[in-house]
């Protein structure tokens, strides 16, 4: 397989289109969309060596003063070339100056899952909920989504499909009553004024408006991308009155119908939190739900990133842009025990199990922010290594055992990972469980795990003035084997190792 990257001209978006026939983000209708936004439109992707395109999706560039974007809307499944096409991705990327990659999954298939390239990418965990249209519609409703759309049925909604764009205004109002609903349960959203995406959507005719209307009146509107084979729940809103008449159940129940009549076979709902209120409504469609990574990576060179943190916090943030010039270091000791020497455990009452991540989603703790933090790892190694310990029927405690494989994606990288290894760290027992011992239990309990596993060596590593974290790592049999200092640079924040061991 060979990368490709050509410019989006003559049929190579029809081609493109063939490939995917189901995915609205594939359609000459979809790129002229972009190219109204003011990209450039690009095809990336592998061909064989007949040159036909065999991978493809589409690349859409966008040049500013300082920095230029690639944005990938839907990857496609690269199956075992992948890293031909990465490599390929990176080098044309240098070639033409890009110094941000948006590499985004909608309507990616399952398992696509984009690279870090280098320290300055993150990777974000999501969840689209897919809709086979091929079966009976009615049968796979929920109990409560039959009622909601025979309630809305029985009230004498209709469905209007248009690209106008006094339709579009009232989407995005109706847009805004939906957000104001999911800001009061918690929700962090964001939207700040009618979208140029939208009506560029509506003008190119890569989507079309559904409204459910009442009396004259919106209740309920839905923006869908359309190809020949699938189609995309792009944006939505519904109004207080719609959604006790169950206007949104039997507005997305009717376009199903629509889009099955017409040929489709794929209706993806989009995206949404597998537990969220949202997740819960799609899956009420039937839909299954499908668990994807986007990612955003930084490729420019330091100084161009230094220059442009810089200017955005003169715009936004003064006092951490003083921080920024300040840099710092911190002091770490680290600690090593070999698993075999592991110690017997000693009987008590505490359970001590590995943790799901189903588990660490229905944490429920004194401490508002422990979950978070849980969270914020599980989204970093892409699974849980996780193990909890259990007392009075609460969890008390969490600790990681990372494989060599994760310790490489736990930045800064303080201790080199190498195959009989692995490391235990983010180690927090809540506040109302501390002084009982229950650290060290964790502890040594994960050194016995580490033993069953194959593990040689297991490491630990704490700032040199937590005094109660050292404590601890001693008392469960481990010993200091060296230090680290880590020394953040100005401007660039990037951060020197530099290690000593005994």
């Known amino acids: 397989m060979k990368f490709i990257a050509c410019p989006a001209e003559g049929d190579v978006i029809a081609v493109l289109e063939k490939l995917q026939p189901a995915n609205p983000f594939a359609t000459v209708a979809y ?26 999706c589409g690349a859409f560039i966008k040049k500013g003063k300082l920095n230029s974007t690639l944005q990938i809307t839907s990857l496609p499944n690269l199956g075992v070339d992948s890293h031909v096409f990465w490599q390929g991705l990176r080098d044309f990327s240098r070639r033409g100056g890009i110094t941000q990659l948006e590499l985004g999954t909608y309507a990616s298939p399952y398992g696509t899952d984009p690279p870090l390239f280098d320290r300055r990418c993150t990777r974000k965990k999501r969840c689209e909920f897919i809709l086979d249209i091929s079966g009976d519609l009615a049968e796979m409703l929920s109990s409560n989504h039959r009622r909601n759309v025979k309630k809305a049925q029985k009230a004498g909604i209709v469905v209007k499909q248009t690209r106008s764009a006094e339709a579009a205004v009232v989407h995005h109002e109706l847009m805004n009553q939906s957000m104001d609903r999911r800001r009061s349960r918690g929700e962090k959203i964001s939207l700040d004024g009618p979208s140029p995406e939208i009506a560029a959507i509506l003008k190119s005719g890569a989507g ?24 995309y729940y792009q944006s939505a809103g519904t109004s207080p009155d719609g959604m006790a008449v169950g206007a949104s159940h039997f507005l997305i129940h ?13 209706f993806n709902l989009g995206g949404a939190d597998e537990d969220s209120t949202l997740g819960r409504f799609k899956k009420g469609f039937g839909a299954s739900h499908i668990p994807l990574f986007s990612a955003s990576c930084y490729v420019g060179p330091d100084w161009r990133y230094g220059i442009g943190r810089v200017l955005e916090l003169i715009r936004s943030d ?22 075999a020497a592991s110690s017997t455990l ?34 970093r190694f892409g699974c849980s290594y996780a193990y909890g310990v259990f007392a009075d029927g609460q969890i008390a405690h969490v600790s990681w055992l990372l494989p060599a494989a994760a310790m490489n994606k736990d930045l800064p990288r303080v201790i080199c990972a190498s195959e009989d290894v692995a490391e235990i760290t983010a180690c927090e027992t809540l506040s109302e469980f501390r002084g009982r011992g229950i650290y060290g239990f964790a502890i040594r309990n994960l050194l016995g795990l580490a033993r069953e596993n194959g593990v040689q060596r297991v490491f630990m590593k704490t700032l040199s003035g937590n005094r109660a974290s050292q404590s601890g790592i001693e008392k469960a049999g481990l010993k200091r084997v060296g230090s680290a200092i880590l020394i ?10 530099w290690r000593r061991f005994r």
């Open 488 to 497: 953040t640079l100005p401007l660039t924040r990037r951060q020197v190792i």
């Open 31 to 56: 790129f002229e969309s972009m190219r109204l936004l003011g990209y450039s439109i690009w095809v990336v992707g592998l061909q064989d060596s007949a040159s036909k395109l065999v991978y493809g």
């Open 346 to 379: 000693e009987s008590v009452d505490w359970e001590f199990r590995a943790l799901t991540d189903e588990d660490l989603r229905n944490i429920t703790t004194t401490d508002p922010l422990f979950r978070t933090r849980q969270m914020g790892r599980l989204e």
């Open 208 to 231: 079309e408006l559904f409204q459910a209307i009442h009396e004259g009146s919106v209740l309920s509107s839905i923006l869908v991308l359309q190809a020949a084979g699938g189609s």
């Open 254 to 266: 009717s376009i199903t119908i629509k889009l099955k009549s017409e040929g489709a076979y794929i």
């Open 318 to 339: 003064r006092k951490m842009l003083l921080h920024l010039f300040a840099g710092g270091w911190s002091r770490m000791l680290i600690y090593a025990a070999d698993a």
